[in-house]
Each structure stands twice: as C-alpha cells, then as structure tokens.
C-alpha cells in the first residue's frame, strides 16, 4: 500500500476514537484487531507525545483555539533514532471525577489514566496519530501513551503532555 492510502486508513480507523477528548464516554472499545501485543523487551527507546491540527501536521502545538480539531502523535524511535515500525500504542487521557482533566491531576493521584484506544505501529514507521479531539469550552486536557515494544525497542511510556483549547480573542 502506498504511504498516502496508509496515512488516509489509519486516520479514518482512529478520527471516532479521539473525538470523545471533551466527553465523559469514548466511542471506541477494545477488540482484537487493536488490542496491545506483547513482544519481547528490547532496548530502552524514545516516547514522544505531540499535537497537531490540520494547518500544522509537522510541527507541534500545545494550545489551539476552541472547536479546533487536535491529533495526537505518538512517536517512538530506538536508541540510534529509527522509528518503531512493529509494536503497539495505547492512548491514554487524564480524568478526574469521569471528566477530562489536565496530567497534574492524574500525576497528584487524583485522577486516573483511561484508555483511548489501541493502534499497531505503522510497518513504514509512519507514527501513529490519532484524530478527532476537540473541545467546545476553554479546557486543558492531558494524555500519554503506552508503548508495547517489539524485538528492537522496549515497552515504555510517554511524558504526560497536555493540550489547551483556549477562548478565541
């Protein structure tokens, strides 16, 4: 498959599950086909978590105006910088009395992690992303991902990272 059919598969398989950032419920749940697999550990990797809108695919934002769509970028490289291209992610947002809230709550132990969905690394190494999160109130939200390594990269975590939608003035 060409690398534009596969980037256009992946946005259309994930774009339900992170459109419910701002809800209580999240649309999608667990199945076979997404689930995380265990594999054998590898070497310590890299665990980077981003954002970004449709106006700014490449480079990262950490806060967009109100009713703007957000993805989540979840990029995993080995020790020498190559991207994982087996293996999974698990998205993950903060939520503190069942509402989204910013990492700090779930860092203080407050709030809790819940999963967002499950993603199988790309076999080209295209990082997964996830689309779809919006908010229609000034809010902060924070997520993380899981890493479920393969043979190459050890399983690991992301930093918590979060993302603010802010009143437009």
Do not use: N
Not at 77 to 105: F, I, K
Not at 109 to 126: A, E, I, L, T
Request: glycine share 10%; proline share 7%.
């Amino acid at each position: 498959m060409e690398r534009r059919r596969l980037v256009s598969l992946l946005r259309m398989t994930v774009a339900a599950a992170a459109t419910g950032a701002c809800a209580e419920h999240v649309p999608l749940a667990p199945d076979a086909a997404t689930a995380p697999i265990s594999l054998a550990l590898g070497v310590a990797g890299t665990y980077e978590l981003t954002f970004h809108t449709s106006r700014s695919y490449w480079e990262p934002v950490w806060s967009v105006p109100v009713g703007t769509e957000v993805m989540v970028r979840a990029t995993v490289r080995d020790a020498a910088g190559a991207l994982a291209t087996s293996g999974s992610v698990t998205l993950e947002r903060c939520t503190l009395a069942g509402s989204p809230a910013p990492s700090a709550a779930c860092a203080g132990g407050g709030g809790s992690w819940k999963r967002v969905m499950s993603v199988r690394m790309d076999p080209s190494g295209f990082p997964p992303t996830m689309e779809g999160a919006r908010c229609s109130s000034p809010r902060s939200i924070g997520f993380r991902f899981r890493y479920s390594g393969s043979s190459a990269i050890a399983s690991g975590t992301s930093q918590a990272r979060d993302i603010s939608w802010v009143a437009a003035g």
